[in-house]
Structure formats: C-alpha cells, structure tokens
C-alpha cells in the first residue's frame, strides 16, 4: 500500500471522527513540517508553535479534504501559509542564520570533496559551504526559497511544489532555476567553479 493510500485512509478515519488517526499523521509529518518551517522561521520556540498551529488549521480543515492532492501537499500549503502569516504578523522575514548545513552542502552533486569530512580542511570547507547556502537561501525572495526548500530538502516533485505553492508548473520551474543560480552565485568563490557551471 503507498504512502499516499495510507494517508487517505487515515483522512478518513478522521473525518468520521477517529482522533487516534489524525495523531498518527501528526507523528508521520510532524518532522518534516519542522525542518520545512526551520527554512522559513529560525527560532525553535516560533517554528514549534507555528507548526502546532499549522495542525490545528488541518485538523479543522479536515472534514472539507476531498483528496484532490496528496494529504502532505495539502499539509505543506497550509504549514507555508501559516508560516507567512506568522511572519507577517511579526513584521519580519525569516532571520539570517550561520549554522552549519553539512547534509545540504552534500547534497550538491560538485561537492564530491566535501564527502570526506574527517579532514580539517575539508570540514572547514564544508562548514564555509554550509554557511554559504544558507545565507544564500535566507536571501532569496520568499517564493523563490519556499520553491527551493520543497525541491532540495523536502524532495518534492515540480507537480507537488506547484499543487502546494498554488502555481502553474512553469512557475515552479523558473523559481527553482533562478534560486539554485543565486545560490551557485554564492558558492562559486568557495568551489572555485565556473560560471557556467551550477550545482
């Protein structure tokens, strides 16, 4: 049985009134949901409420789920707009952060070197790689970096990103092309790469 039928089911159950169920996807997204907001809200105290507060929208939500798309790309579209609406509400975007990302530095294909981590060369490239992508990201508008984080970190499809950021496909596609060469743009100095070259 797929993750998507299994997810309908539990919907189910909890749209006849089974709270046991809607615990059970709260427990299967919940870290997930987590590590989508920490891209959007930095401190850990606002992305925990912000997320209890995105599960409380879903929970109400519920009994209109029809199942049009996926149960976790209707949940994504709700955590993202709970999100803005946080920030929003602070007057603020997502704050800027340092820390080190080594399983995203990694995740780029031309970052071979950053595989072996037990070198101090290397774990300082890796830490300056990190930090760079980071920055990069927490500088790009918000569609381009909610685009992104649900491409790169979240690992969903063009058609999930568009279903859950409410665009055309095409959309989807520039956004993500134009965020990973802004954040190429930051990592060339540290990789040496040239400019034709990307991830």
């Not at 039928?5 to 709270?19: H, M, P, S, Y």
């Not at 850990?44 to 995105?54: F, L, R, S």
């Not at 060369?121 to 790009?140: C, F, H, T, W, Y």
């Not at 063009?158 to 134009?178: D, H, K, L, W």
């Amino acid at each position: 049985m797929s993750d998507r039928e299994i997810d309908r089911q539990l919907v189910e159950r909890v749209q006849r009134g089974d709270k046991r169920a809607f615990e059970l996807l709260v427990a299967k997204y919940q870290r997930k949901i987590f590590r989508l907001l920490s891209r959007l809200i930095r401190d850990p105290g606002e992305i925990e409420d912000v997320a209890q507060e995105a599960f409380i929208k879903a929970y109400r939500a519920l009994p209109n789920f029809r199942g049009d798309s996926a149960f976790y790309t209707w949940l994504y579209r709700i955590a993202i707009n709970t999100a803005k609406n946080h920030l929003v509400a602070q007057g603020r975007r997502a704050p800027t952060s340092t820390e080190t990302e080594v399983e995203d530095a990694e995740r780029m294909d031309d970052a071979d070197q950053l595989r072996d981590v037990n070198t101090p060369d290397s774990m300082l490239l890796s830490k300056q790689v990190g930090e760079a992508v980071n920055r990069a990201i927490d500088r790009l508008p918000e569609d381009l970096r909610t685009a992104i984080v649900l491409r790169e970190i979240e690992g969903l499809s063009y058609e999930e990103i568009a279903e859950s950021m409410n665009c055309p496909i095409g959309t989807v596609r520039s956004r993500i092309f134009r965020a990973r060469e802004a954040i190429a743009n930051e990592l060339r100095p540290l990789l040496d790469t040239s400019k034709d070259k990307r991830w």
